[in-house]
């Protein structure tokens, strides 16, 4: 009889080890030599930048561009930007729309509530400089002395556009190790 030859692809990619047509294995030695390579800091930074989870707090007229931003035409999920309504499983804090004074406990309870590494953004003239309740009676100020802020986006209310492009600058922060909230 003849002997059975095993056909070797012409593409690596094609085929793996055992000749499985579409299957792509690795072996522990390709895995330690990648681990070897590569900093851990910067394989466990690349996987916080693509996975940041938000909380949702809509405030305000701020809150309904943040909302619009979460809808399929914008599609946040391409990014690994995800919203969570709990504060133990996000690990952005948005914090959209004026902060009054009576609010203010709660939502440092909720920053307390979210596990580290965590990140702040502050979102629309509300919160970044008070707005129209400047210097009010019930309104907080200096928002950027409460809690730690990584990325500010202006506007009244801020495109959802703007939002996106804050989670941008945000991850290109975590890559570059330069945020301000993570405690790493």
């Known amino acids: 009889m003849g002997e059975v030859k095993e056909k070797k692809a012409s593409k690596p990619d094609e085929t793996s080890e055992e000749g499985i047509p579409g299957v792509i294995t690795t072996t522990t030695s390709a895995i330690s030599d990648l681990l070897k390579k590569t900093k851990v800091q910067d394989l ?21 561009e943040m ?34 004074k009576k ?36 309104t907080v100020q200096n928002i950027d002395e409460i809690f730690p802020i990584d990325v500010f986006v202006p506007g009244c209310p801020p495109r959802p556009e703007a939002m996106l492009q804050g989670f941008v600058e945000l991850q290109e922060k975590i890559k570059a190790k330069k945020d301000l909230g993570s405690e790493y």
């Open 44 to 64: 466990i930074n690349w996987g916080r930048k693509n996975s940041l989870w938000f909380m949702t707090q809509p405030m305000g007229c701020c809150g309904v």
């Open 67 to 100: 909302i619009a931003m979460g809808c399929a035409h914008y599609d946040t999920d391409r990014f690994g930007i995800i919203p969570r309504n709990s504060p133990r499983q996000a690990d952005v804090m948005l914090i959209s729309g004026y902060v009054t």
């Open 103 to 138: 609010y203010l406990p709660s939502l440092k309870r909720l920053w307390e509530q979210m596990p580290s590494p965590k990140w702040v953004m502050c979102i629309g003239d509300c919160s970044i400089s008070g707005g129209p309740f400047y210097e009010s009676y019930s």
